[in-house]
């Protein structure tokens, strides 16, 4: 088995309703949540996601509050796991909404994964979606425009140890990574799951295109990983660093 190691980067900081994250779930309470990107370290180094671009261009577009430190700039939050950004050679997008598609700029090198169907959904969403994927209907440029793609169709073996399982649902065309390290098989859910609360009581992300897809989707999760990484838990970062297994 290659040792892979995930190492989470807290990204940056979200302030929002609890049923965003847990469907229709304690609506009222008003939570803080990171915004995470995953280091896959091994023979070579993997990104999962690259969080959003800035936070005035996310008040601008989306009119969500969100905060970044310094240290939770992404080459600020690489720097301190000891990696440039030139030393990335794969980034897999989990999904392309704007706080995951933010930064693929700065990775020059780097070989881009996603799935077709979300390049396509994300290109042309229906109106409600649109500013979460900063999407061209806005008449505005998505951040991720200009990354070279490797579109993927279904299920797919991204290097040794290191695959991408279809978990639609939160967007349709949305995966998630199943690394295989010498602690078990860690998945990098994306928002398939948005933090744990949605595996433990089986509830769907409060943001969906399809709620019977995301049930789906965590059923899968759970049978196919022995731990899983949410993209929005903010007890992932209980341990410093965050580092995996
Ligand atoms: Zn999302």
């Given at each position: 088995m290659t040792p892979w190691t995930i190492t989470?980067?807290?990204?940056?900081?979200?302030?929002?309703?609890?049923?965003?994250?847990?469907?229709?779930?304690?609506?009222?309470?008003?939570?803080?949540?990171?915004v995470s990107v995953a280091l896959v370290e091994g023979p070579e180094k993997i990104l999962v996601d690259t969080s959003f671009l800035s936070i005035d261009r996310t008040w601008q577009i989306r009119r969500r509050k969100i905060a970044r430190t310094p240290a939770q700039e992404l080459v600020a939050a690489l720097a301190a796991a000891g990696v440039r950004p030139e030393d990335i050679s794969i980034v897999i997008h989990t999904h392309l909404h704007y706080d995951h598609a933010g930064n693929n700029h700065l990775f020059p090198r780097a070989r881009f994964f996603v799935q077709r169907e979300e390049l396509r959904y994300a290109l042309a969403p229906t109106s409600f979606d649109a500013s979460a994927y900063f999407a061209p209907s806005l008449g505005i440029t998505p951040d991720y425009l200009g990354t070279k793609?490797?579109?993927?169709?279904?299920?797919?073996?991204?290097?040794?140890?290191?695959?991408?399982?279809?978990?639609?649902?939160?967007?349709?065309?949305?995966?998630?990574?199943?690394?295989?390290t010498a602690g078990g098989r860690y998945c990098i859910t994306g928002d398939a799951v948005m933090w744990y609360e949605n595996l433990e009581k089986m509830i769907p992300p409060g943001i969906n295109t399809s709620m019977i897809d995301c049930m789906a989707s965590l059923a899968r999760i759970a049978r196919e990983a022995d731990h899983v990484l949410p993209s929005h838990e903010p007890k992932v970062f209980a341990r410093q660093p965050a580092r995996f297994p």
């Amino acid at each position: 088995m290659t040792p892979w190691t995930i190492t989470m980067l807290d990204t940056g900081t979200q302030t929002q309703d609890k049923g965003v994250m847990t469907y229709l779930t304690d609506m009222g309470q008003t939570i803080q949540i990171p915004v995470s990107v995953a280091l896959v370290e091994g023979p070579e180094k993997i990104l999962v996601d690259t969080s959003f671009l800035s936070i005035d261009r996310t008040w601008q577009i989306r009119r969500r509050k969100i905060a970044r430190t310094p240290a939770q700039e992404l080459v600020a939050a690489l720097a301190a796991a000891g990696v440039r950004p030139e030393d990335i050679s794969i980034v897999i997008h989990t999904h392309l909404h704007y706080d995951h598609a933010g930064n693929n700029h700065l990775f020059p090198r780097a070989r881009f994964f996603v799935q077709r169907e979300e390049l396509r959904y994300a290109l042309a969403p229906t109106s409600f979606d649109a500013s979460a994927y900063f999407a061209p209907s806005l008449g505005i440029t998505p951040d991720y425009l200009g990354t070279k793609f490797e579109l993927l169709d279904g299920d797919a073996q991204i290097t040794d140890g290191v695959r991408v399982i279809t978990t639609p649902g939160h967007t349709p065309g949305h995966q998630s990574v199943l690394v295989d390290t010498a602690g078990g098989r860690y998945c990098i859910t994306g928002d398939a799951v948005m933090w744990y609360e949605n595996l433990e009581k089986m509830i769907p992300p409060g943001i969906n295109t399809s709620m019977i897809d995301c049930m789906a989707s965590l059923a899968r999760i759970a049978r196919e990983a022995d731990h899983v990484l949410p993209s929005h838990e903010p007890k992932v970062f209980a341990r410093q660093p965050a580092r995996f297994p």
